[in-house]
């Protein structure tokens, strides 16, 4: 989001206004109250006896609160104000505006407040394409409040906004406010009298309100539509309760302790920024995860949920199980090609907005993603080692059984081994179903595009590490050797078979991907950190991959570029053509410490810690590829989401990557720093396998000797 809007948000519900709390869509296309994929408010104005308010300043210490300092627009450039008000705002499922207005003259005053509003009932994805219908939307007093709604067959979304005054403070210049707004075309307006040097305050709640029947592929798993309201919670209550709701995950957490004062304000902001981007996906009763980032991708997606979960796993465990469990639960069981179905296979995103309730577009849920379902069987695999948590790898073994399945069944299209994809939904699928999703992510040293069906190098790695953690888990727990030794022995054949196909030997690195023809696409991309990461690579391919990596051509200074630099494609403002995303950049340092180049894997984390300083270390979802050397600061990507899962994801998987930090049958391990910014990291009250621990890393400085 840009620096002149302020979002304040309680996961899929987020208000999108100016700098003086105002929203209004037909300014900033992006503005508006949002509400499980449909922007229920798109105008939203606040006016004293009919004059604008202008900004003094505005503050935002939290995700879910926000202060704005204005005073009427002067009719003269230097008219000293004779009134001001102060505009706060806090998001808990619904909105709540607290606003006081102050006399700064001593004569008794009367003025009044106007509020303006409007809803276009837009779904997200018309906001997203720049493209809204029309639509007839109803406007009438609900007892003493303003109702807005809208309804398609069974759909109906709307919002209801009340006002309410809180108990007077008891001072002798608190003045009343006449509660009786009255409810006109545009609005409501509200009479208050001031007192001389008096002050007057009251609160605007509005509420969403969302019915009809959940997404087909949601309906009958547990979960239900959001339900209303109960009576008029103050301000003050609403705000206790979030604070609450955030101190209590924040100490679910462990404690980072380090003379790297960075690294410390990076990891508790990352923590807030998943703190804050949690959500229902009504699936299951009291599941909350993450949503993929604001303010496109506030929903359930496969992929960003299992890499967030996979990131933050030795830290909150429980969001991995709640992931494990809700993917599950949407685990396809047939074969639909409007949206890329298969059994077995994990979801790509499920949406709740108008436009997938009536099939306008597949996200009921979409499965077009190749990639997630070897993630589920890695992050299934990586929960199970560090909590032993055996009760939840059995209730699961079914769905990680159609997982392996799919991979061989649907995964591999043409029985050569390998994951390829292509969408059978030719109007709304993607082109591209691997992380980098954008049309135009996979494409040849000469700039011509892949034609799918494409096998992306990286989920070939991902493929073989699901069966090598499977064959454990089928070993371990399911009870199954003859199922652990063919997982085995499959792992093994698909390694040496990439290897194969997909190295480039007069480049020195893995092709990106290979096309329908097996063409090598024969691209350097920060996809070859992915196979680190995984284990595919042999050990005498690593040392030049890292090398390559770590150079100019993909090392920008500030992460790893997703195509290097020398590449006909690249474009640092480019989607995933040579911008830096921080998930990428974390995954290739993990990559990297997994084959022994930790002093580069910590150069990484460096970079990527420095890039978030200059975010205010909410680390966005993607910023631009211009090397370091060049900018001097990170520059932002003009449709970047901020904040976002993954991207406050990679902030603690960095700190396990600096410190080491892994778990074997003996229990959790460090290994020494080999960063030159801290001396020492600490953890405090990291849980593995039922036991809270304290973890350290330290430096080890050579000795020094004195002739």
């Not at 899929?12 to 709390?21: E, K, L, N, S």
């Not at 990076?266 to 703190?275: F, I, K, R, T, Y």
Request: glycine share 8%; aromatic share 8%; proline share 6%.
């Amino acid at each position: 989001m840009s620096d002149t809007t302020v979002t304040v948000l309680d996961g899929a519900t987020f208000v999108v206004a100016d700098r003086t709390g105002d929203l209004d869509a037909g300014r900033d296309p992006t503005h508006g109250f949002y509400v499980d994929d449909t922007r229920v408010l798109s105008l939203f104005r606040l006016r004293v006896d009919g004059n604008d308010l202008t900004e003094l300043s505005c503050s935002q210490e939290h995700h879910y609160l926000a202060r704005f300092f204005l005073v009427p627009a002067a009719r003269r450039r230097f008219d000293d104000p004779r009134l001001s008000v102060i505009r706060e705002r806090v998001v808990r499922s619904e909105w709540v505006d607290r606003i006081t207005v102050f006399n700064h003259t001593p004569q008794r005053t009367r003025i009044e407040l106007e509020v303006e509003l409007d809803a276009d009932f837009a779904d997200l994805f018309e906001v997203k394409e720049g493209a809204v219908r029309p639509r007839v939307a109803e406007r009438r007093l609900d007892g003493d409040a303003m109702l807005v709604r809208y309804r398609r067959e069974q759909f109906t979304r709307g919002a209801r906004v009340a006002v309410a005054v809180p108990p007077a403070a008891g001072t002798s210049n608190t003045s009343a406010v006449t509660v009786q707004p009255r409810f006109d075309g545009r609005g409501l307006r509200i009479p208050v009298e001031l007192e001389g040097r008096g002050s007057a305050r009251l609160e605007i709640r509005v509420s969403p309100l969302t019915e009809g029947p959940l997404p087909v592929g949601v309906a009958g798993k547990g979960g239900a539509q959001r339900a209303p309201r109960g009576p008029f919670e103050s301000f003050e209550e609403v705000v206790a309760d979030v604070r609450q709701r955030l101190e209590a995950w924040r100490a679910s957490a462990p404690l980072l302790e380090t003379d790297w004062e960075q690294l410390r304000d990076l990891w508790e902001q990352s923590l807030a920024d998943l703190a804050a981007l949690r959500f229902d996906p009504r699936v299951l009763p009291g599941a909350e995860l993450p949503a993929a980032g604001l303010p496109w991708f506030m929903a359930l997606f496969g992929r960003d949920t299992l890499i967030t979960s996979y990131q933050v796993v030795p830290f909150i465990p429980e969001l991995a199980a709640t992931a494990l469990r809700v993917l599950a639960a949407l685990q396809a069981t047939t074969d639909d090609p409007l949206r890329d179905a298969e059994p077995g296979k994990i979801i790509h995103e499920l949406r709740f907005g108008e436009l997938a309730a009536f099939g306008e577009t597949p996200h009921s849920p979409y499965y077009g993603s190749a990639d997630a379902t070897p993630l589920f069987l890695i992050v299934l695999d990586e929960y199970h080692r560090w909590t032993g948590d055996d009760a939840l790898v059995r209730e699961l073994e079914g769905n990680a059984r159609a997982a392996l399945a799919w991979i061989d069944e649907y995964g591999d299209r043409d029985g050569d081994g390998f994951i390829e994809y292509a969408t059978r939904n030719a109007m709304r699928g993607l082109r591209n179903q691997c992380w980098k999703d954008s049309w135009n992510s996979i494409v040849f040293g000469d700039g011509s595009l892949a034609e799918p069906p494409i096998a992306s190098c990286e989920i070939q790695g991902y493929a073989y590490d699901a069966k090598r953690r499977c064959a454990r888990l089928a070993r371990e727990v399911w009870g199954d050797e003859q199922l652990a030794s063919r997982l085995a022995r499959e792992a093994e054949a698909l390694a040496r078979a990439f290897d194969d196909a997909f190295w480039i030997e007069h480049k020195g690195f893995y092709a990106l991907a290979l096309d329908r023809d097996k063409r090598r696409v024969d691209v350097l991309a920060s996809n070859v950190g992915h196979l680190l990461w995984s284990g595919i690579v042999p050990p005498e391919r690593a040392q030049r991959l890292a090398a390559l990596i770590m150079s100019d051509r993909l090392a920008s200074g500030w992460g790893v570029r997703t195509l290097a630099a020398d590449e006909l494609a690249y474009n640092p403002v480019g989607y995933h053509n040579g911008s830096v995303w921080p998930h990428d950049t974390a995954l290739v340092a993990c990559g990297l410490a997994r084959f022994g180049f930790r002093r580069e894997a910590g150069q990484l984390a460096c970079a990527v810690a420095d890039a978030a300083e200059a975010f205010r270390f909410t680390l966005p979802e993607v910023f631009a590829g211009y090397p370091r050397s060049l900018t001097d600061v990170p520059v932002e990507y003009p449709t970047s989401s901020r904040p976002q899962a993954w991207a406050a994801g990679a902030a603690l998987l960095l700190v396990r990557v600096l410190m080491g930090l892994d778990v074997t049958e003996a229990g959790a391990a460090t290994l020494p720093l080999e960063c030159e910014r801290a001396t020492r990291i600490a953890l405090r009250g990291v849980r593995v396998r039922g036991t809270v621990c304290d973890l350290a890393s330290e430096r080890v400085v050579a000795p020094t000797t004195s002739l």
